[in-house]
């Protein structure tokens, strides 16, 4: 069964670094979205997005935040500018279509130190 | 705003207890809701969305407008039935993100 992967599945960074976390989606599904959770805390949503544009994002992300489909296959986040406050589990989902079942990558656990 | 609410942070129930995970929202408009599920070491998956009205793995919740409310219940849980799980909200007049609620461990004892 085709599932959605993430990697690397543990990044560690220095603060004020960029990091750039990697998903590839369910081949077949159009609408990708990026997810994070701090530890103890709620799963948030970050930002929507479908047919290489951004069609939603919270209040989390901010400049420092940027999504991208480099090509085919791959959706990444990327953190401009790492800050302490956004260590936390980031969960990559793809949806076949708009309101359908998101399915969820296995989470890239992001330590900023 | 939209908002989802699951008071219990954990749930000890005996095997073949009856289980409630209770779930409140708050929206103004029309959501679609959902229960997502996460066994240990296991990913994020959803468990069932009020629009289908299936029963998946026993597992049954009714949407209650009035009361805002969308528990999932079984009548008989299982010791594989031990997990996270997540009531989540999709605003569906703003798109298609999910809210999550802050979750429920479920723990089923034998």
């Known amino acids: 069964e085709p599932e959605v992967t993430q990697t690397p599945s543990h990044q560690v960074t220095q603060m004020g670094q960029e990091v750039i976390l990697r998903c590839v989606p369910i081949?077949?599904?159009?609408?990708f979205y990026w997810y994070r959770q701090i530890l103890g805390q709620k799963v948030e949503f970050l930002v929507s997005?479908?047919?290489?544009?951004?069609?939603?994002k919270s209040e989390i992300f901010d400049d420092q935040f940027s999504v991208e489909r480099p090509d085919g296959s791959n959706f990444t986040l990327k953190i401009r500018s790492t800050k302490l406050e956004d260590s936390a589990m980031y969960f990559c989902?793809?949806?076949?279509?708009?309101?359908?079942?998101?399915?969820f990558g296995p989470g890239t656990r992001l330590t900023v130190l | 705003a939209q908002r989802v609410t699951q008071p219990e942070k954990l749930l000890s129930v005996f095997k073949g207890a009856p289980v409630e995970l209770k779930c409140n929202y708050s929206?103004?408009?029309?959501?679609?809701l959902f229960w997502y599920v996460q066994y240990s070491r296991q990913r994020l998956q959803l468990l069932l969305r009020?629009?289908s009205r299936e029963s998946i793995k026993g597992f049954t919740a009714d949407l209650n407008k009035g009361e805002t409310s969308f528990h999932l219940k079984k009548p008989f849980a299982q010791e594989e039935d031990s997990a996270m799980y997540y009531c989540?909200?999709?605003?569906?007049?703003?798109?298609?993100?999910?809210?999550f609620g802050a979750g429920t461990i479920l723990r089923v004892k034998s």
């Open positions: 989902a793809s949806s076949e279509r708009n309101y359908n079942e998101q399915f």
């Open positions: 081949s077949n599904h159009l609408y």
């Open positions: 997005f479908y047919n290489n544009e951004i069609s939603e």
């Open positions: 929206y103004s408009g029309s959501p679609e």
């Open positions: 009020h629009i």
């Open positions: 989540a909200l999709s605003p569906m007049e703003y798109g298609n993100k999910l809210v």
